[in-house]
């Protein structure tokens, strides 16, 4: 009996990478209206060599980004692309296609939700709430949580110890085979590939489910309940 539905955050409920390519635009143009002079071509390329570098959550980029170039910080020019990236972040971060409805209709069924994510706390947390979703799960585990990345089990096991649950009643659904479905499967948790959201063109995920669209989770769900079977 499936009771806990585990979810990654980012390109599983979000379309993370393209909100993220489409504020690294918008942030390049405010900076070069601002004054950088620099090609945009020249300023990705430095902003994608930092996040490779810092990683992607890092937050004082166009600080170093700005210290590369030019040599300084330009305050005027760092707020520009703060504000642009803000902007273009708040317009960008929408939920993949009937995320929302199947997450209703999960809820609906009486089941438990949860979060597990490799972002910062307050990056998740930020993001849970841009989407409306902050009081939809039941728990949001990030990195702080457990000091530990997936496919570690440690933020796995936390979220069924605090949630009192056993492998067996969980189900985990990701885009990252090497890290949410590696991860969950070392548990004994039953693993769904969020396809719509892969951006490395894997071939075999490992999963025992995919799926190429969200609501195809709640026919899962209701298959492995017994739902409708007499």
């Not at 930092?50 to 300084?72: A, D, P």
């Not at 949580?145 to 985990?172: C, I, Q, W």
């Not at 075999?204 to 799926?211: K, T």
């Amino acid at each position: 009996m499936i009771k806990l539905v585990i979810f990654d955050l980012d390109n599983t409920l979000t379309d993370f990478v393209r909100m993220k390519e489409v504020s690294i635009e918008a942030a390049i143009q405010a900076m070069i209206d601002a004054g950088l002079l620099v090609p945009p071509d020249r300023i990705r390329e430095e902003i994608l060599n930092i996040y490779g570098n810092e990683g992607i959550e890092y937050q004082k980029v166009f600080n170093k980004l700005l210290v590369n170039l030019i040599g300084e910080v330009d305050y005027k020019i760092l707020a520009a692309g703060i504000v642009g990236y803000r902007r273009a972040r708040e317009a960008a971060l929408v939920l993949y296609p009937h995320v929302r409805v199947t997450l209703i209709q999960l809820l609906g069924r009486g089941l438990k939700l949860a979060v597990i994510s490799d972002a910062p706390r307050q990056e998740a947390w930020l993001r849970l709430c841009y989407l409306q979703l902050h009081h939809v799960f039941d728990m949001v585990i990030a990195y702080e949580d457990t000091g530990e990345y997936k496919p570690s089990p440690a933020p796995f096991r936390m979220v069924l110890d605090k949630m009192g649950m056993g492998a067996d009643e969980a189900l985990m659904v990701g885009d990252w085979p090497e890290r949410d479905i590696v991860g969950a499967a070392e548990l004994g948790i039953r693993t769904v590939f969020a396809r719509y959201g892969d951006t490395f063109g894997t071939k075999e995920s490992g999963a025992d489910y995919e799926i190429s669209d969200a609501y195809a989770l709640v026919k899962i769900v209701d298959d492995l309940n017994g739902v409708g079977k007499r």
